[in-house]
């Protein structure tokens, strides 16, 4: 069973003044634990779970993400699961409150969770809690996972923010569930400019892993999508992209 598939009630939880929490509030130096923890406490987040994909070292203590630059931890916000966002102390951005406010804009068009709070050290927000991209790529990517990451980056084209790192798609891109009918989101906006190249590098970085060539028929339709960003456009790249699937399942090289 994979990591996505374990549910968070599941999952134990620590009180904000726990050494755990502490430790993971201030990753990795040890300072400014307890001002972060009241901060937290003031906008009502109760607990936090130990959940997620990675374990946080020294603090003992499971977390949705590690970067270099932040920690996200689940949590429970009046009786809700969230993703909190916290910027590491050793952190060489200056402050999360950029990236609280493209949440914003970027969720209101259907590409991102939804934004609750933020500031320079917190972002918290609604947490995406299936698999990424990578783990359905693990069990073998299906038709509609493609369908939906793409429709993701679409969404985040007609903002024009450009996600700078989605042609490694595979853990920027989550999913609601591992299902038919689950929802794909763009998380991590920590390098991000404006532009409309989601979807073009959403491509460029996907179908290799997954052993499709990408041909120059394929290339002058994201040109003209990349020029135009028109829906029209889109609609021409997402049906080629539908053909090179059908293609590749027919084939058998798809598990």
């Not at 598939?5 to 300072?31: F, H, N």
């Not at 949705?64 to 050793?90: I, Y």
């Not at 402050?95 to 259907?110: D, Y």
């Not at 290799?208 to 003209?224: F, I, N, Q, T, Y």
Request: glycine letters at 8%; hydrophobic letters at 40%; one cysteine or more.
């Amino acid at each position: 069973m994979v990591s996505h598939r374990v549910t968070p009630l599941a999952s134990l939880e620590y009180d904000l003044s726990s050494p755990q929490v502490l430790l993971a509030l201030c990753y990795p130096s040890g300072e400014g634990c307890s001002e972060k923890a009241s901060r937290l406490s003031r906008i009502g987040v109760e607990k936090v779970l130990s959940f997620g994909r990675s374990e946080l070292p020294l603090a003992g203590i499971r977390v949705l993400g590690k970067g270099h630059s932040s920690v996200v931890l689940a949590a429970l916000l009046e009786e809700r699961v969230v993703a909190v966002k916290v910027r590491r102390a050793d952190s060489k951005r200056r402050s999360l409150f950029r990236e609280g406010e493209l949440l914003q804009l970027t969720s209101r068009a259907g590409a991102a969770p939804r934004p609750l709070y933020w500031d320079d050290e917190i972002v918290i927000m609604e947490a995406v809690l299936g698999p990424e991209l990578r783990e359905l790529m693990e069990e073998g990517l299906e038709s509609w996972a493609i369908a939906e990451a793409l429709w993701a980056a679409r969404a985040l084209d007609v903002t024009n923010v450009e996600h700078l790192e989605i042609n490694r798609p595979w853990r920027s891109v989550m999913f609601s569930g591992a299902h038919r009918g689950a929802k794909a989101l763009i998380v991590d906006y920590e390098s991000s400019s404006e532009g409309c190249s989601n979807v073009p590098s959403l491509i460029g970085g996907l179908l290799p892993r997954m052993g499709v060539a990408v041909g120059e028929d394929l290339r002058e339709l994201l040109r003209r999508y990349k020029a135009e960003c028109s829906l029209r456009a889109f609609r021409e790249v997402e049906k080629f992209i539908a053909y090179l699937t059908e293609q590749r399942r027919f084939s058998g090289s798809e598990a």
